[in-house]
C-alpha cells in the first residue's frame, strides 16, 4: 500500500468512528470514499494552500462574465494618448490627446475642498495596466496584451521626479505602478516591465517618506491638508509580491520598511486599533501584513491580520460591507446602526471588495478556515455583483448605500478610485473561487465554472454546475486522463446546517462551517452532489438594536423594496416565500413586501434593514 493509501484509509477509519452515518451506507469501501471535516489547526495541513493561475479557471456565470466584459471593454476603449496625458503634463511634456477628466485629471490649480476633477491624476492608471494583464491571462486577447505592453513604453519615457512632486498621492500611485508592472511581467511577459519598475523606484524613492506614514500625518511641509492622505501604509503587499515575483531583493528590503509597525503590534497584541481610521486604506493594509507573513514569516504580521479580520468583522454590515462614510468604527458602538439614518455613503464597494477579497484570500490560504470563504462570499453576493456598471464617460458605482431610504446611484466624480478596483475585482473571481495544495483542490466559492489542473502528472477537469445561490444544490463532474487519487474538499458555509454530500449516489451529512474533505481514487464520470440548505434567517444590526434586522437566505441579504418604513413580524420575514427565480415576498399585514437581493435591484428604493414588530 503506498504512503498516501495509507493515509486516506487512516482518515476514513476516524471518520468512521466519529461518524455511524459512514458506516451504514451499503457497500462503503476504504478505498471508495473517505470524508472528513478539515480543521484549521490540523498539523498535517500546515503548509499554504497555492492559487490556481487566472486561465485555469473558466467562469460559466452570466453576472460574473458581464462584469468582466463591461469593464475591459471601457479600458480597451481608452485613448492611451488620454492615459499618458496628466503624467506628461505633471511634467512638462507636450500632451497630446483628450483630457478624460474626473479625478484622472491634473489641474494645477486644483482646489482640494471639491474632491471633483482633479483630485488623483494618474492614480488608476496602475490599476487598468494590471487589470488589462490580468484579462489578457484569463483571455489570451492579443490586443490586450499589445495594450499592456505599448502603455508600459510610453509610461516609460515619462518617469520624472517631477511627477511626485506635483502629486499629492506620490506613494499611492507607485504603489498601483509597482501592480501594474508586476503583473505585466507576470501575466502578459513584458520583458521590459522590471527594468521600468526599476527606474520607477529610482525616482519615486526620493519624494516618498521614509517609512509609514499615517493617514493625515504631516510630512510635506507647508501643503495643504489633502497632502496628508497618502497611503504609504500600504505599499509592502505589492512590494512583497514584486520580490517573489523575481525583482529583487530590493523590494523584500522595501516592503519591510514601509510596514506599518506601530499600527500592526497594537493589533498583534489584541488592542483594537481600527476606529477613527480609514476604512479601505486600513483594510487593504492588512493584506500587507498577510504578505509580510507570506514572504518573512513574520508571525506577528498574522496576528495582526487575524485579530483586525476579526474587529472588521464584529462592525460589519449584515451585507459584509464596512467603513460607512469610508471611516472605521468601535467593536461595540452604535455607529453601524446611526449610519442607517445619518449617511448614504454605506460601503466604498469596489476598493472594500478588493480589499475584503485579498484579505481572505491570504488568511483562508493560511488557515484553511472556511469562515473567510464565508466572508468573501457574502460580501460578493451582496455589494460588488450588486454594483452598477463602470461606464465609459468615468461614471463609477462607489457606495452601496444601507439607509433605511437607500438607492443606487453613480459617484459624482468621474474616474475616482473604484474605477481602478472594479476590473481587477472583475477578474479576480476565478483566483478566489478555487485553491490547491498537494494532496488536492479546495473548491471555495460556488460559482458555475470549470477547473482545469494536473495533479501527480493526471490531467483533470472539474466542472461546477449549480443555480447558487438561487438554489443549494451544487454538482460537480470529474474527468481525469487517468484515475487518480486526490482529495477535494469543499466549503461548507457556517449558515448551512443539516448539509449533505453524496459521491456517485452515496450520501452522507457533513458539518457546517468547514472544509469537507473527499479522499479518493477519481476517474473520468465521477460525481459529487452537494446539498446546501437555504434556510431564511434574520441578522441584527448589532447587539443594542435586535429588533432592527435583515432577512438572509442561504447567503444572500434580501432588500425591501420600499421608500417606507414597512411594519413587519419577524414571523413574517421567516415565512417569505419565493416569487421567481430572484424576487421574494413577504405577507404583511398591510400588505406584500417584495425582497430582492443587491444583484437583481435597479432603480427601485430599498432598505437592507427593517425594524421588526
Known amino acids: 500500500m503506498s504512503p498516501s493509501r495509507r493515509i486516506s484509509r487512516r482518515r476514513f477509519l476516524k471518520s468512521a468512528a466519529l461518524a455511524s452515518a459512514a458506516s451504514a451506507i451499503p457497500g462503503l469501501r476504504t478505498s471508495a470514499l473517505a470524508i472528513d471535516s478539515s480543521s484549521p489547526s490540523n498539523p498535517k495541513q500546515s503548509a499554504n494552500l497555492e492559487e490556481f493561475s487566472y486561465g485555469d479557471v473558466t467562469l460559466n456565470s452570466a453576472l460574473h462574465e458581464q462584469q468582466l466584459r463591461e469593464t475591459h471593454a471601457v479600458l480597451m476603449d481608452l485613448s492611451e494618448d488620454a492615459l499618458l496625458k496628466p503624467f506628461r503634463q505633471m511634467i512638462g511634456q507636450p500632451a497630446p490627446g483628450e483630457d478624460l477628466g474626473g479625478w484622472y485629471r491634473y489641474e494645477p490649480n486644483y482646489d482640494w475642498h471639491t474632491f471633483d476633477a482633479g483630485f488623483a491624476p494618474t492614480a488608476t492608471f496602475g490599476q487598468w495596466v494590471s487589470a488589462l ?7 489570451g486577447s492579443q490586443p490586450a496584451r499589445e495594450k499592456v505592453l505599448r502603455l508600459n513604453r510610453q509610461y516609460a519615457q515619462v518617469i520624472d521626479g517631477q511627477f511626485y512632486e506635483n502629486n499629492r498621492f506620490p506613494a499611492y500611485c507607485y504603489d498601483k505602478l509597482v501592480c501594474g508592472l508586476i503583473d505585466s511581467h507576470k501575466y502578459v511577459g513584458d520583458p ?7 527606474k520607477t523606484t529610482d525616482t519615486a524613492l526620493q519624494y516618498l517618506p521614509p517609512h509609514a506614514i499615517e493617514h493625515g500625518q504631516v510630512w510635506r511641509p507647508g501643503k495643504d491638508e489633502s497632502w496628508t492622505w497618502d497611503e504609504s501604509y500600504t505599499m509592502p503587499e505589492n512590494l512583497f509580491l514584486a520580490y517573489q515575483r523575481g525583482a529583487g531583493e530590493r523590494y523584500r528590503m522595501l516592503g519591510v520598511q514601509y510596514l506599518n509597525d506601530v499600527f500592526f503590534d497594537r493589533l498583534a497584541n489584541g488592542q483594537n486599533d481600527l476606529a477613527g481610521r480609514h476604512a479601505y486604506s486600513h483594510v487593504n493594509s492588512l493584506c500587507s501584513a498577510m504578505q509580510a507573513y507570506l514572504t518573512i514569516g513574520s508571525e506577528k504580521h498574522l496576528r495582526a491580520a487575524k485579530n483586525g479580520f476579526d474587529m472588521l468583522a464584529a462592525q460589519s454590515f449584515v451585507t459584509g460591507g464596512w467603513g460607512p462614510d469610508e471611516i472605521l468604527r468601535a467593536t461595540g458602538s452604535t455607529d453601524v446602526y446611526d449610519s442607517l439614518t445619518k449617511t448614504h455613503s454605506g460601503f466604498e464597494t469596489p476598493c472594500g471588495s478588493y480589499a475584503h477579497f485579498k484579505l481572505t484570500r491570504y488568511l483562508l490560504r493560511v488557515t484553511r478556515d472556511s469562515r473567510y470563504g464565508d466572508s468573501m462570499e457574502r460580501v460578493m453576493y451582496n455589494t460588488i455583483l450588486g454594483a452598477k456598471p463602470l461606464e465609459r464617460d468615468g461614471r463609477t458605482f462607489y457606495y452601496s448605500d444601507y439607509n433605511f431610504k437607500g438607492s443606487k446611484v453613480y459617484s459624482p466624480h468621474g474616474w475616482p478610485c473604484c474605477s481602478g478596483t472594479m476590473p481587477q475585482v472583475a477578474a479576480d473571481y476565478r483566483i478566489n473561487t478555487y485553491f490547491r495544495d498537494g494532496h488536492g483542490v479546495y473548491v471555495n466559492l460556488y460559482i458555475p465554472s470549470t477547473l482545469r489542473w494536473s495533479q501527480g502528472g493526471v490531467q483533470i477537469v472539474l466542472t461546477q454546475k449549480s443555480e447558487y445561490p438561487d438554489d443549494g444544490h451544487v454538482q460537480f463532474e470529474i474527468k481525469t486522463s487517468k484515475p487518480v487519487e486526490f482529495a477535494a474538499s469543499l466549503r461548507i458555509p ?8 453524496a459521491v456517485n449516489g452515496r450520501r452522507e451529512a457533513v458539518q457546517s462551517g468547514t472544509f469537507m474533505r473527499v479522499w479518493r481514487q477519481w476517474k473520468t464520470g465521477d460525481r459529487v452532489d452537494l446539498e446546501l440548505p437555504m434556510k431564511a434567517r434574520l441578522e441584527a444590526v448589532d447587539p443594542q438594536h435586535a429588533d432592527t434586522v435583515a432577512l438572509v437566505v442561504g447567503p444572500v441579504v434580501l432588500f425591501a423594496v420600499t ?3 414597512p411594519r413587519v413580524t419577524r ?9 421567481g427565480t430572484r424576487s421574494w415576498q413577504v405577507e404583511t ?12 435591484i435597479g432603480e427601485e428604493p430599498y432598505t437592507t434593514y427593517v425594524r421588526v414588530a
Open 133 to 139: 494583464a490580468r484579462t489578457y491571462a484569463i483571455t
Open 192 to 198: 521590459d516591465a522590471f527594468a521600468i519598475l526599476q
Open 494 to 501: 457556517a449558515w448551512a446546517e443539516g448539509a449533505s454530500v
Open 563 to 565: 421608500d417606507a418604513d
Open 571 to 579: 414571523a413574517q420575514l421567516l415565512a417569505a416565500k419565493q416569487n
Open 589 to 600: 399585514a398591510s400588505g406584500t413586501l417584495k425582497m430582492l437581493p443587491f444583484t437583481e
